[in-house]
């Protein structure tokens, strides 16, 4: 674990180092913890098969003129990959098809308001949360 600082117990009695890592740190968040970079943003249009990035953690994905498709490339160990139909209206799909999904072949957001959470563990990407979607 990384040292980030050390922090004195008691200064009242008999102060004792201790240290403060990194792991320490976020084993216990007291409150939420919120992804700060912006999204990547596809629009479907039907006919172009959409690549999905490895490198924000969350893609908003608008098909609300057309269905779609969205690659995904195997990812890290232990990265998670968020995606989010942000359509208006309609209930176009936005299929998103994952080098390597374990159980699965592809992971359908049927419209607007579909979510996905993906966990890339152990070479393939895993389904750990969804609203309204089809694998």
């Given at each position: 674990s990384v040292d980030l600082f050390h922090v004195v117990d008691d200064p009242s009695g008999t102060p004792i180092n201790k240290k403060v890592s990194?792991?320490?740190?976020?084993?216990?968040i007291?409150?939420?913890?919120?992804l700060k970079q912006s999204s990547q943003s596809i629009t479907t249009d039907g006919s172009t098969q959409s690549v999905a990035d490895l490198t924000s953690a969350i893609t908003e994905i608008n098909a609300t003129n057309q269905?779609?498709?969205?690659?995904?490339a195997n990812g890290a160990d232990g990265q998670m990959k968020m995606f989010l139909n942000?359509?208006?209206?309609?209930?176009?799909?936005?299929?998103?098809?994952?080098?390597?999904?374990?159980?699965?072949t592809s992971v359908v957001l049927s419209g607007e308001g579909k979510t996905a959470t993906l966990m890339f563990?152990?070479?393939?990407w895993f389904i750990l949360a969804n609203t309204g979607t089809t694998a």
């Open positions: 990194a792991s320490s740190i976020f084993n216990n007291p409150t939420w913890l919120g269905a779609g498709t969205i690659s995904l942000t359509s208006s209206s309609g209930s176009f799909a936005a299929t998103i098809t994952p080098a390597n999904l374990r159980g699965h563990k152990s070479g393939a």
